[in-house]
């Protein structure tokens, strides 16, 4: 089972893939990707994990290191299992190098955020931008190893069979297991799963790719966390790897799916109902929509509004080919053209969407962006009139790279960039082409912009204040 949905590939914000690689899939070094730069991979042993790393940035890798463990701590108490191999962590120092791993076949895009494969139990994963994505995603994969570890090694399940556990539990249950019951991200859905009347049964879940397993499925794992304690996880899983999730839910609870998605519909309805008093129908937007399915793609994201006013820069994917970068007029969301294209331009191999909207110069002409070119980031600005582009380029030691600023003077653009797993505020003067690093510490510095006077930048940051 490998995940590729169109659905899922394209409407998911960071994907945390598990690949169960059947033999012929399982190959160590893929042999049609291109890779850009030889990395030189060191061991880290820790008592539970085999860590393959090339960064070289001491404190952070103490602190993977250690977070490994701790998942490792927490994992084995739900589980109830404990790994006799050391378990293989290949980690990137960041996401366009992980892009180019060769120790998966197929493509690996943006929005990925981490592999678990089954048999190996290899996780390979990113240092993410921020510390708290990294913890996340170690956590999340971790979750994976151990669903492979407890189905295939001890409780000798076939690998079919695991492959036919709905993709809600599996991926639903290595969030829970996560990130835990509150989640403002997964209560967002929930509710707007509720004012619309569309909560979805666990067969609808299973059926329809209507349904973002990840977030549905953490709502169903809390639900059943906190209702029937979190020792009915595991039991609940290998008897869906068994026998498949309605006759599971048969024998786990003595009742069927359909009863089940009942009572877990009412839990919503009675923990959102008093947040929320009217339905969707008696809501009124503030504000105009502009940009939607009607006019543009499913999937519309990135708006940058001119500095003029006047127009709006956003990512979409209007043509079907993947992402694109569009201009419209931001009174009305007339799309007057797109601004470039993967497929029209061979430079981009993709665009840096995903936490990064682009930037506009000071007198609404240019407009700057990330994207994937080469095997890192790249800053590319076009000429918005027609076109075309005005400059491509690389920005040294910092390989990956977003959120994007100009500065008022239009000489500067700042952004938040990635120097061996730590994330930094960088600025690049156009004229000079000179890249200037503002912050150097361990805290996620992130999301720049300056003040209309250029002379200080404002960053979110994970440090304390
Ligand atoms: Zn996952």
Do not use: C
Not at 360 to 385: E, L, R, Y
């Amino acid at each position: 089972m490998k995940i590729g949905s169109t659905y899922i590939r394209r409407y998911v914000p960071i994907l945390l893939l598990l690949i169960l690689s059947f033999s012929a899939q399982a190959q160590y070094f893929g042999q049609n990707k291109v890779r850009y730069k030889k990395l030189d991979f060191k061991v880290l042993q820790t008592p539970h994990f085999e860590i393959y790393y090339y960064l070289k940035n001491e404190n952070m890798l103490k602190r993977f290191s250690q977070d490994a463990e701790t998942w490792y701590k927490m994992h084995q108490e739900v589980f109830r299992d404990t790994f006799l191999k050391k378990n293989p962590i290949i980690l990137y120092n960041n996401h366009p190098d992980f892009q180019q791993t060769t120790a998966l076949q197929g493509e690996i895009g943006i929005g990925t955020g981490g592999v678990t494969e089954a048999l190996k139990n290899r996780v390979i994963m990113p240092v993410m931008e921020l510390n708290s994505q990294t913890r996340h995603v170690l956590g999340h994969e971790l979750v994976h190893a151990f669903q492979y570890h407890t189905l295939l090694e001890k409780d000798s399940i076939s690998l079919e069979n695991v492959g036919q556990t709905p993709l809600w539990m599996v991926e639903g249950m290595a969030e829970y297991l996560s990130i835990g019951k509150k989640d403002a991200f997964t209560s967002m859905w929930m509710r707007d799963a509720m004012l619309n009347r569309d909560i979805p049964s666990l067969k609808d879940l299973t059926n329809s790719n209507k349904y973002f397993p990840y977030r549905y499925g953490q709502a169903f794992w809390t639900y059943i966390g906190s209702q029937y304690g979190d020792t009915t996880i595991v039991p609940l899983f290998k008897n869906t790897a068994k026998y498949g999730y309605e006759n599971a839910i048969r024998y786990t609870f003595g009742y069927d799916d359909k009863t089940l998605s009942g009572l877990w519909k009412n839990s919503i309805d009675a923990h959102y109902k008093p947040m929320l008093k009217a339905d969707s129908s008696q809501i009124k937007i503030t504000g105009t929509k502009i940009i939607d399915n009607k006019n543009a793609g499913n999937m519309n994201v990135a708006p940058a509004l001119s500095p003029d006013g006047k127009y709006l820069a956003f990512m979409s994917e209007k043509d079907l080919f993947g992402i694109d970068l569009f201009l419209a007029d931001a009174k009305t969301g007339r799309i007057i053209r797109k601004l470039t294209s993967q497929i029209s331009n061979g430079h981009i191999d993709d665009f840096n969407f995903i936490e990064s909207a682009g930037a506009w110069s000071p007198d609404s002409k240019q407009f700057a962006f990330s994207i994937f070119s080469h095997g890192k980031n790249q800053m590319m600005i076009i000429n918005v009139a027609n076109g075309t582009t005005v400059s491509q380029t690389a920005m040294e030691q910092v390989q990956q790279f977003g959120n994007l600023t100009w500065s008022p003077n239009g000489k500067d653009i700042a952004f938040s960039g990635m120097v061996e797993g730590q994330s930094d505020i960088f600025s690049y003067n156009l004229d000079t082409k000179v890249i200037t690093q503002i912050t150097n510490d361990v805290f996620s510095d992130y999301a720049p912009s300056y003040s209309p006077d250029g002379k200080k930048i404002v960053f979110s940051s994970d440090r304390a204040a």
